[in-house]
């Protein structure tokens, strides 16, 4: 996966590290995620609600986003567009503390990703684009219903019947045709 450039997804929150524990924030997310990944084909504004809250050593980010993505189905081999719906839930962690500046140290536990930087900004864009591709359908359909293409000529069978007729047995298994 070769990432492309990142939408600027980035949050100060300054304000909300300096408020007590279970302060909240919230909000509603538009932005436009094209390029974020070279393996992406982003269709659609990336939108949903936001909320963040204050804990006692980072802020929890919850989101419910939606965008849609160009994708290829796995029967037919033709383009589609299709909803995807993700659900964040991370916290981020500050590298400095709020009221002395005094740098903290990063944990093994913490991912890169979830990070507040020195100027007291979280950026969303990696933990959204891991989200999307945790969402992908491993096996993309146009419609639930789609024949696919036939295994002989590679007609899509969304055209019409293709004019194969003989069925192409596997010669391993002819043997147990002759016993039927």
Do not use: W
């Not at 383009?79 to 944990?107: C, M, N, Q, W």
């Not at 891991?130 to 219903?145: N, V, Y």
Request: charged fraction near 25%.
């Amino acid at each position: 996966m070769t990432q492309g450039k990142h939408p600027d997804m980035k949050i100060n929150v300054a304000q909300l590290l300096k408020e007590p524990t279970g302060a909240v924030r919230r909000g509603n997310l538009s932005e436009d995620i094209t390029g974020m990944d070279d393996d992406l084909e982003i269709k659609s504004l990336l939108t949903g609600p936001l909320k963040m809250i204050r804990t006692a050593d980072s802020i929890l980010v919850t989101a419910s986003l939606r965008t849609a993505l160009g994708l290829q189905c796995s029967r037919c081999l033709e383009p589609f567009s299709a909803p995807v719906e993700l659900e964040i839930e991370e916290e981020f962690y500050p590298r400095v503390d709020i009221h002395t500046g005094a740098k903290i140290p990063v944990t093994q536990t913490e991912e890169e990703a979830a990070i507040i930087d020195e100027q007291h900004v979280l950026d969303l864009a990696e933990v959204v684009r891991q989200a999307i591709f945790l969402a992908l359908p491993m096996h993309p359909l146009c419609t639930e219903d789609c024949a696919g293409l036939c295994s002989q000529c590679g007609q899509n069978f969304k055209d019409g019947p293709c004019e194969c007729t003989a069925e192409v047995v596997d010669p391993r298994l002819e043997i147990l045709k002759q016993l039927l």
